[in-house]
């Protein structure tokens, strides 16, 4: 195809996208961007099919060596579909439900002045009792005819993820400005006696054992009085300027975020019952096969995230190789059930498959109730938005230093990490005053420092221990050669 004209055409047009898939003209592709997993080769030819095959190596190599890892994490994702960033100078964007020119973010969704009115006006009515206008509830909704039918309009604004819990009444919205008046004023009495308060001395921790810090933990956590008002910040916003937190970039950059986690692990197969456990040696060697294909999936995720993706090679490397383990939590808090789930109280079959395994490898210390624990404080915390799970999961994969592991290599750019870092944890910050308010965002990014040192005591514990299975069961070669990297053993 030298010297070929090579184009890129991105559409919502059914009529354009019809006429491509029914011609099948060839070196042609077509890429379904609500489904990030489905490409469509119009020559069959394998060698076009969009592919991880970088990463799937991994769990195929039979090699201690982490410099495959690395070459793994070097190598540039020709076929992966990378998210475009859009110039901060160009925010003409389309309204997700009639394409007209959007307005801003208003009930969760890039939406126009009339969506937005209209979905306020019609949110609460029932579906079921609105009338299709041609009675086949599949009507066109654009600019043009968005005001034909109301059925079809109410139902393409759920669809793109309107959200009806985020209408205030007028009594709620005065509510909301009296409380933060109030909060402010409160800050601002505070603030001018600041001044003449005397400092408490200081107190030096004690260094104490895992089991004597995660209690600890446990109390500070139980300690936290989610309803008082004392938890205050000195810079509190009117409803406006809250309101105004999130910029349109933010938001972009969210919804970036959002979707390459849904499409990594929002069908992620976490069922440990694929782990074989009829004896010691084939559970460590089952067990290491199965995390090896989760741990894939988180660096397939990072390496869609461009802060990622445009660090220093060797410190892609040390964050994936030392940090990896203190992750794991985030997308099983997404996916955790109350019943019938592995992490789950009850004696269902996935939670006893799960204590059989921790048993038969001689866990007497709790490891498995602490990730547990750690999954649940993180569903309490978050409940289960996956915008604040995998805005913490980048915060936690950039912090340098999370393994508390003292063989960690030294990074080549740290300035670059910590750019990246802070700038999702501003990002979070701002997600949680946007959504929660500002007092709220405190006390969450209080328990949110709590739930990070209990991360990082349950992951040290938990890499030791195995790290000590594996090397006295003498099967260091036969296992997973990624787990020997994200374990520390090569």
């Known amino acids: 195809m030298t010297g070929e004209t090579k184009m890129i055409i991105i559409t919502s047009n059914e009529d354009i996208i019809r006429q491509f898939s029914l011609n099948k003209p060839k070196h042609t592709h077509i890429v379904d961007l609500d489904n990030n997993k489905q490409v469509t080769s119009m020559n069959n030819n394998d060698n076009n099919i969009m592919n991880l095959a970088i990463l799937t190596e991994l769990s195929e190599l039979n090699s201690k060596n982490d410099q495959i890892y690395k070459r793994a994490l070097d190598s540039p994702h020709h076929g992966r579909s990378k998210q475009v960033k859009p110039s901060k100078k160009s925010f003409d964007m389309d309204c997700a439900i009639c394409g007209d020119r959007a307005i801003g973010f208003n009930y969760d969704v890039l939406s126009c002045a009339s969506c937005k009115a209209f979905f306020r006006r019609n949110a609460y009515q029932p579906l079921e009792k609105l009338k299709c206008l041609n009675r086949q509830n599949q009507c066109l909704v654009t600019r043009d005819v968005r005001r034909k039918c109301q059925r079809c309009r109410l139902a393409r604004c759920f669809a793109v993820g309107m959200r009806r819990d985020f209408i205030l009444s007028e009594e709620e919205k005065q509510q909301r400005k009296q409380r933060l008046q109030e909060n402010r004023n409160i800050s601002l009495k505070r603030s001018s006696t600041s001044d003449s308060s005397s400092l408490s001395p200081e107190v ?96 397939d995720f990072f390496r869609h995230i461009d802060e990622f993706e445009n660090l220093h090679d060797d410190d892609r490397f040390t964050l994936i190789k030392y940090n990896l383990l203190c992750v794991f939590a985030i997308p099983k808090a997404y996916l955790y059930q109350s019943v019938n789930d592995c992490c789950s109280f009850d004696n269902n079959v996935l939670a006893e498959q799960r204590r059989r395994f921790f048993i038969l490898c001689g866990d007497s210390n709790g490891i498995r109730d602490n990730f547990v624990d750690v999954v649940h404080l993180l569903v309490d915390l978050t409940g289960q938005d996956p915008i604040i799970l995998s805005l913490i999961m980048l915060v936690f994969i950039f912090s340098q230093g999370l393994s508390m592991n003292i063989e960690e290599s030294l990074l080549k750019d740290p300035l670059a990490v910590y750019r990246a870092q802070n700038h999702y944890t501003q990002l979070l910050w701002n997600y949680f005053v946007n959504q929660l308010g500002e007092i709220e965002a405190c006390k969450r990014f209080t328990r949110l420092m709590t739930i990070m040192i209990r991360v990082q005591l349950s992951s040290k514990a938990f890499r030791e221990f195995f790290r000590t299975q594996y090397m006295i069961s003498n099967i260091v070669d036969k296992m997973a050669p990624l787990m020997q990297t994200v374990l520390n053993i090569s």
């Open 204 to 299: 030096s921790p004690n260094s104490e054992s895992h089991t004597e810090s995660l209690d600890d933990i446990d109390r500070i956590l139980m300690d936290i009085d989610y309803n008082d008002e004392n938890i205050f910040c000195h810079n509190s916003f009117d409803l406006n300027e809250i309101e105004s937190t999130l910029s349109a970039e933010d938001w972009i950059s969210i919804e970036n975020v959002r979707s390459i986690f849904l499409s990594n692990f929002n069908n992620h197969n976490t069922n440990c019952v694929c782990v074989d456990i009829s004896d010691r040696t084939t559970a460590l060697l089952s067990w290491s096969q199965f995390i090896s294909k989760i741990a894939l999936s988180f660096i």
